[in-house]
């Protein structure tokens, strides 16, 4: 059963920064692509980063570009989401995803088949 598990959400000033980690367990995390998305209040969910299996190709939604970093620990089975100079609209649930198919990862939701609970994330003004 493959599980992915959020972590490091919370509240910080427009500006600020903040370190999201997800634990992946069930099989062979190396082995497989990771990506991360956001729902805000009222808005469909959106696709924010992915990560190839070895962490050598990143993908990012235009919206955080220069912004957000994605990461992985293959030895910790952990990706990360640095996200820096966070504004008011990158306030939203933080979702951890990964797929079934060891393939290059995608910025589409349909590619992607375990999710996790989500973190919150909110930035004030």
């Known amino acids: 059963q493959v599980q992915v598990v959020e972590s490091g959400g919370g509240l910080v000033q427009s500006g600020g920064s903040l370190r999201l980690s997800c634990a992946a367990s069930?099989?062979?995390?190396?082995?497989?692509?990771m990506g991360w998305f956001r729902q805000a209040p009222g808005k469909e969910r959106e696709f924010v980063a992915a990560?190839?299996?070895?962490?050598?190709?990143?993908y990012y939604a235009n919206s955080v570009k220069g912004r957000f970093t994605i990461s992985r620990d293959n030895a910790k089975n952990t990706v990360y989401l640095q996200m820096n100079s966070l504004k008011p609209e990158d306030t939203a649930v933080y979702y951890c995803?990964?797929?079934?198919?060891?393939?290059?990862?995608?910025?589409?939701?349909?590619?992607?088949?375990?999710w996790g609970q989500g973190t919150q994330v909110t930035v004030s003004s």
């Open positions: 995803t990964a797929p079934s198919l060891k393939t290059t990862a995608q910025a589409t939701e349909g590619f992607f088949d375990y």
């Open positions: 069930g099989r062979t995390f190396s082995n497989y692509s």
């Open positions: 990560i190839s299996w070895s962490g050598g190709t990143t």
